[in-house]
């Protein structure tokens, strides 16, 4: 469990999780870390860099949506593409308490598996992404160790849902941050710097680059005439530039 908040993966939906597999690990050199079943869907993560540096794409396909079609409702109302931003934090019920007081109204508050709580702020209060706070008590080491083992023994997969995966690309690519478009840098600024605890890492004319104590960033950039949505990933890569669309997100990697 974190001692403070962090912002620990950007999720996907997807009908189909094969070809962003295909590309994050065999091409850019991706690892996964996770994944199983869930009840609506199933989910999986890649970590896209090392255990210092990068961020991880959790991606999510639906799994017997008659128990729980939340995901299946939402690729059939806006198609693949980024779905939430999860955040870690010490005591769900302190935070919901901060969460409340501020104005805002969790959705699917769920405290009763004293392993994984969490609760959701709607997309129009949370400036076009929904967000996920969960307080997660898992039997998983830290990041660091957690990469270092699954290195070295596969994934924590229960079960492996997921095809056998091509051999990892050599691009090592390392995603670095959700680019957030607003309409107003201030207001978001209102749920991650001052509810969610994200630390300024460097502003420029209408944007603002925040930063959580794992190195995972959120960029917001204020663009007043449009509605709030995720309109990026970014980061970087060995080689030549990357411009892609995976899982129905924007992911921008510049060769370093």
Known sequence: MPETIDLDH??????????????????LGGLVLMGGHNV????????????????????????????NDFLARFLARHGEG????????????????????????????????????????????????????????EDLP??????????????HANP????DLPPAGTRAARLRRVVLAVPSVA?????????????TADTGEGWTELVWPTGARLRLEERPHDAPHVDRLEGDVLGDDVDATVAGARLVLRSR
Not at 40 to 61: A, H, K, N, S
Not at 142 to 155: K, Q, S, T, Y
Not at 187 to 199: H, I, K, N
């Open 40 to 67: 609506g869907f199933r989910p999986m993560q890649v970590r896209l860099g090392d255990e210092r540096e990068g961020m991880t794409i959790e991606l999510l396909e639906p799994f017997e949506p008659e128990r």
């Open 142 to 155: 830290d990041l660091p160790r957690f990469v270092e083992h699954v290195r070295a023994n596969g994934p």
């Open 187 to 199: 207001a978001a600024s209102g749920l991650f710097v001052t509810l969610l605890e994200g630390r």
């Open 82 to 137: 980024p779905h939430h931003l999860t955040f870690k934090v010490p005591d769900l019920a302190v935070m919901l308490g901060r969460v409340e007081a501020a104005g805002y109204h969790p959705v699917n508050v769920n405290l009763s598996d004293p392993t994984w709580k969490e609760a959701f702020l709607h997309p129009r209060e949370a400036h076009g992404t929904v967000v996920q706070l969960a307080e997660a008590h």
């Open 160 to 163: 492996q849902w997921w095809p």
């Open 10 to 27: 950007v999720a996907l939906g997807t009908p189909d999780a094969r070809d962003a597999l295909r590309f994050l690990v065999g091409e």
